[in-house]
């Protein structure tokens, strides 16, 4: 079975720290695992996401999240928030060989910029 | 290009009445999935289809709620008899394939209200 669990429901930085929102993932088979945001009044937007690939992997914006297996961890961060941050973030969780029943969403932590 | 599309962006309806809320896919993607998101919640998954076809709809919450893309490539989701219960966001996906490596495109959602 699988889960997510989005460690923080909100986060709020000042504007040029470092951001760091966090994923635990549970999956029994080779996860694949992603980063959505959501604006307000937008869809949701991928940030990156990681099929087994490289651990590190970039995303948009300045974005970059690292899969750990040993921690189940999928932490995304950003060395220097800018205000434009300010939005939902998701992650996600599914089984590279699955159908799209697997791919889970977590509750979503919400990034706040103080400047 | 073109991102998906989903139309009403709002909706609010009575107790009882049904409701068609519509979605137009990135075109040439096969896979198109439909979400609800309450307040606070991420996405919970209801259905998808792979062309014409419902390959798994084992998140439809009971029989008042059912999908159709009779030619692959529209989507319509219908709910007969809504409640108070059925008001969220939802959300449609699509992405050229179905599987749980690949990239989904959202539209900006249907926000349904039921009073």
């Known amino acids: 079975a699988q889960s997510v669990t989005q460690l923080d429901s909100h986060v709020s930085v000042s504007e040029g720290t470092p951001v760091l929102l966090r994923c635990n993932y549970s999956?029994?088979?080779?996860?694949?695992l992603f980063w959505y945001v959501q604006h307000p009044n937008k869809g949701l937007q991928l940030l990156l996401k990681?099929?087994?690939?490289?651990?590190l992997v970039k995303g948009i914006n300045g974005f970059e999240a690292e899969f750990k297996k040993s921690e189940t961890s999928f932490h995304l961060t950003k060395p220097s928030a800018h205000m434009s941050d300010a939005a939902e973030y998701f992650c996600?969780?599914?089984?590279?060989?699955?159908?799209?029943?697997?791919?889970?969403f977590g509750s979503g932590t919400r990034l706040s910029i103080r400047p | 290009g073109a991102g998906v599309s989903q139309t009403p962006s709002n909706k609010v309806t009575e107790k009882g009445k049904y409701v068609e809320l519509r979605c137009d896919p990135i075109?040439?993607?096969?896979?198109l999935y439909w979400y609800r998101q309450s307040l606070g919640q991420g996405p919970e998954f209801l259905i998808y289809?792979?062309?014409?076809?419902?390959?798994?709809d084992s998140g439809l919450p009971n029989d008042r709620f059912f999908a159709v893309r009779p030619e692959g490539s529209v989507s319509t989701l219908k709910i007969q008899r809504t409640e108070r219960g059925d008001s969220a966001v939802y959300l449609c996906?699509?992405?050229?394939?179905?599987?749980?490596?690949?990239?989904?495109?959202f539209g900006p959602g249907t926000r349904l209200t039921v009073l």
């Open positions: 996906a699509s992405s050229p394939n179905a599987g749980g490596r690949d990239t989904q495109y």
């Open positions: 999956s029994s088979y080779s996860p694949s």
């Open positions: 990681y099929t087994s690939a490289a651990t």
């Open positions: 996600v969780v599914s089984d590279n060989y699955s159908s799209a029943s697997k791919i889970i």
């Open positions: 075109s040439g993607h096969t896979a």
């Open positions: 289809f792979q062309g014409t076809g419902a390959a798994d």
